[in-house]
């Protein structure tokens, strides 16, 4: 992994354990070699992780719409740092993409419905195949475990299958997660509508 997208929130949640943990994974990228990519703005966690990464030496992506250029700072980092390189795009869909495209895995971090958008779309286009990339949770405080409860319920109930199920990686410490996510290789994807209609 040369490159890893963290997604994460814009606001810094009441905890400052959600802050640590941010931090912690740009410094841990950053001592593994691994360049950061992320959403381009420079408060809430977004830049905590950020403005971490670039202390600790290392290389910060920044993928930023247009729009949203004003409203999250984009540019630097929290401490005023220059980001090593930041793309402006027309569209959160191009960001999405672009931010697919330049990254070998996934990490959110906790968050609101951005995050939670955004790393439910990158794991429906592992289930359908249109990539092969790790995908982890950093479960910080139990954050996410409301939203595993639910994956695991969608399974029980028939609307997921295991298999795609284990592809959403979860851990409460960064390295336990990018020692899954480094060891992570996606099963075969089964064509889940067309083998239905064949029942």
Same mark, same amino acid.
């Not at 139990?142 to 592809?167: C, I, K, S, T, W």
């Given at each position: 992994?040369?490159?890893?997208?963290?997604?994460?929130?814009?606001?810094?949640?009441?905890?400052?354990?959600?802050?640590?943990?941010?931090?912690?994974?740009?410094?841990?990228?950053?001592?593994?070699?691994?360049?950061?990519?992320?959403?381009?703005?420079?408060?809430?966690?977004?830049?905590?992780?950020?403005?971490?990464?670039?202390?600790?030496?290392?290389?910060?992506?920044?993928?930023?719409?247009?729009?949203?250029?004003?409203?999250?700072?984009?540019?630097?980092?929290?401490?005023?740092?220059? *980001? %090593?390189? &930041? #793309?402006?795009?027309?569209?959160?869909?191009?960001? +999405?993409?672009?931010?697919? $495209?330049?990254?070998?895995?996934?990490?959110?971090?906790?968050?609101?419905?951005?995050?939670?958008?955004?790393?439910?779309?990158?794991?429906?286009?592992?289930?359908?195949?249109?990539?092969?990339?790790?995908?982890?949770?950093?479960?910080?405080?139990?954050?996410?475990?409301?939203?595993?409860?639910?994956?695991?319920?969608?399974?029980?109930?028939?609307?997921?299958?295991?298999?795609?199920?284990?592809?959403?990686?979860?851990?409460?410490?960064?390295?336990?997660? *990018? %020692?899954? &996510? #480094?060891?992570?290789?996606?099963?075969?994807?089964? +064509?889940?509508?067309?083998? $239905?209609?064949?029942?």
């Amino acid at each position: 992994m040369q490159r890893l997208c963290v997604f994460c929130g814009s606001n810094g949640g009441h905890d400052p354990n959600y802050r640590a943990a941010a931090e912690l994974v740009g410094q841990r990228l950053a001592e593994r070699g691994i360049e950061l990519v992320y959403g381009g703005g420079n408060i809430g966690l977004m830049g905590a992780v950020a403005d971490a990464c670039l202390a600790a030496g290392g290389t910060v992506i920044g993928v930023i719409p247009e729009a949203l250029m004003g409203k999250e700072v984009a540019g630097r980092a929290v401490d005023h740092r220059a *980001l %090593t390189r &930041m #793309e402006v795009v027309d569209s959160m869909h191009t960001r +999405k993409a672009r931010m697919a $495209e330049l990254s070998d895995g996934f990490i959110a971090l906790p968050g609101g419905f951005g995050t939670f958008e955004e790393f439910c779309e990158i794991l429906t286009w592992g289930q359908l195949g249109f990539h092969v990339k790790p995908m982890g949770l950093l479960n910080v405080n139990g954050f996410y475990d409301p939203l595993l409860h639910l994956f695991d319920h969608a399974v029980g109930e028939g609307f997921l299958r295991q298999q795609n199920r284990a592809m959403a990686l979860a851990d409460s410490d960064i390295d336990g997660l *990018l %020692t899954q &996510m #480094e060891n992570y290789r996606a099963e075969p994807v089964s +064509k889940w509508l067309k083998e $239905e209609k064949q029942l």
